[in-house]
């Protein structure tokens, strides 16, 4: 696919249409090699975490092949703005 738009916005629209990818969760799979991520509990997650997303999150998932953490902070509230706006 060749991308023509400029803005970064406008390129990220131009593959979910090119795709039809209206209908995805973008928050699924892990960053570092794309495997589904599965929800984990977070007594289980608790020594790999920093103190203050003990104290703020309840829900974690976990990468199954790099054991990678994630949970719904800041950064996630960022990017799911910024792919809101897109129309993702």
């Not at 390129?11 to 984990?40: A, T, Y």
């Not at 997303?53 to 960022?78: D, L």
């Amino acid at each position: 696919m060749l991308i023509e738009a400029k803005s970064l916005k406008e390129q990220l629209q131009e593959v979910i249409d090119r795709f039809k990818l209206k209908d995805f969760d973008s928050f699924s799979r892990c960053l570092i090699d794309n495997e589904p991520l599965e929800e984990i509990e977070k007594e289980k997650v608790l020594h790999l975490l920093p103190p203050k997303v003990k104290k703020a999150f309840t829900k974690f998932w976990r990468c199954p092949k790099c054991n990678r953490i994630y949970w719904h902070g800041s950064h996630y509230e960022k990017m799911k703005r910024f792919i809101d706006e897109v129309g993702g």
